[in-house]
């Protein structure tokens, strides 16, 4: 996550400081420990919890469990990741629904914070887990509030209870009051309370809010803050802990490049669970939160788990099968293809996906210059294709490709580019489906795999007689590396049966898509 880089960044260099060390000695933690409280300071997390956080760091770091291991900078990432946890909250929190329905959720917190907004999300992600929300806007004071409420619900699929107009026009506890009647005639089983905010933390704030509290007994409050505001998260919080009280923190505005210190401070000093956190502007960027899912991430450790869930979210298994045995069979096509990009937008943000693999933070600039719209652009070209051009490539003569270039708004280079890309794919993916294993061009077989076996028994080859023969015979072994290795993913070579040459054709189309 943006949020978290300089953090991270920080984190990771200290880390990787200690790794050389075979033994750590008091100045080595003593070292470490301020390499992280300088980190965290700069993120902007309270002083109170970087005190708490590196004395329990320090105390665990010097004691017995580090020095006898074997691999003692490892223990110390184990014990930051173990402390970080905590900060984060520790445990998972997930919502407490009512024994009988409706549900009541009330959002509270400052204007801007992105609680509006943050309802649609709510409401859209408890659509897809089987419920029946409804929106309620009770924010009367915000010019435009209602509208906005309205538009977001139906982004988002999701009935929007608004009796008043707004912009100052409306008694906001009548209508949170009338909400609860409203959805239990309609057979609504949760209701979500979009409140008023204010630019600062005032008396009239409180009053209202507290009111509203008060009227509909919610099972749920909410917390709504910008993770970008750093040391005001906490004042704020503290504020609506004594006016409100509230059961749970939603961090919006998660994907900001702010230092992301209220994420690292507003649990540990409300003692109230992050339960949710928005990562993006769509109404998909939403996510329960993993306090060790979290800490993860921050160390570069990876977030493998929220990668799968979020892929079996967007993949058909049915499809994914359909498409490996076409894969099997030679019989991939375009349109397989085009559905496969499709259904990899759905997952989400492709950055934010491989961001979350462990390491990502040594790729950071290549993911930086990432394009997504370059998928947009891949499918406007298949898009611009025939069916049956879909199905046969070889189709694709030059006017052909000039005019899908025309119908997609591209040039001809670009889809003589898509076409070759698609080629190598398709050909290396039926490798992997018959058995076989990728491999790049340049480097090299892989010991003990197919397409890298050792010679058995250890034999040596023959040497040749003819002198000029064995010059040519060394000659053509050391420009092998210069070409595609046998059993190449790529499917030239000697992956195939007879251990044909690649032809000159093959080569050059491969030094096309190698961008050479």
Known sequence: MAQFGSLSDRLTETFRNLRSKGRLTPSDVDGTVREIRRALLDA????????????????????????????????????????????LGGQQRRLEFAKKPPTVIMLAGLQGAGKTTLAGKLGKWLKKGGHTPMLVAADLQRPNAVQQLQVVGEQAGVHVFAPEPGNGVGDPVKVAK????????????????????????????????????????????????????GQDAVVTAR????????????????????RGGAALSVASVTGRPIMFAST??????????????????????GDIMSLIEQAQ?????????????????????????????????????????????????????????????????????????TPKEREL??????????????????????????????????????????????QMPGMGPI??????????????KSKVGNPAKRAAITAGTAAAPQQAPKGSGLGLGGAAKGGKAPTEEELASLQKFLGR
């Open 447 to 460: 010991p003990g795999m197919h397409g890298g076996k050792k010679q058995q028994g250890g034999k040596k």
């Open 393 to 438: 490539p070889k189709l694709l003569n030059g006017s052909r490709r000039l005019r899908i270039a025309k119908g997609a708004g591209s040039t001809v280079t670009e889809v003589n580019a898509l076409v070759n890309r698609f080629e190598q794919a398709a050909k290396m993916m039926k490798t992997v489906a018959r058995g076989g294993v990728p």
């Open 313 to 385: 979210s967007a993949f058909d298994e049915d499809e994914a099968r359909a498409v490996a045995e076409k894969i099997a069979s030679d019989s991939f096509t375009l349109n397989d293809f085009l559905q496969q990009m499709q259904q990899l937008r759905k997952a989400g943000s492709i950055k934010g996906m491989l961001g979350m693999l462990p390491g990502a933070k040594g790729m950071r600039e290549a993911l930086d210059n990432f394009d997504e719209r370059e998928i947009v652009r891949t499918e406007a070209i298949i898009q611009s294709m």
């Open 178 to 229: 009338n909400a609860i009647k409203a959805a239990v005639d309609q057979q609504y089983d949760t209701v979500i309370v979009d409140t008023a905010g204010r630019l600062g933390v005032d008396a009239e704030l409180m009053k209202q809010a507290a009111n509203i509290r008060k009227a509909v007994d919610p099972d749920e409050v909410l917390f709504v803050i910008d993770a970008m505001i």
């Open 280 to 301: 993006g502007e769509g109404l998909d960027d939403f996510e329960p939160f993993h306090p060790d899912r979290m800490a993860s991430r921050i160390l570069d450790l």
């Open 44 to 87: 902007d997390v309270a002083l109170e919890v970087v005190k708490a956080f590196t004395a329990a760091v320090r105390e665990r770091a010097l004691s017995d469990e580090v020095n006898r291991a074997l691999n003692p900078a490892q223990q110390v990432v184990q014990i930051v990741n173990e402390e970080l946890v905590g900060i």
């Open 239 to 258: 504020a609506f802990q004594e006016g409100v009280d509230f059961t749970g923190v939603v961090l919006s505005k998660l994907d900001g490049d702010a």
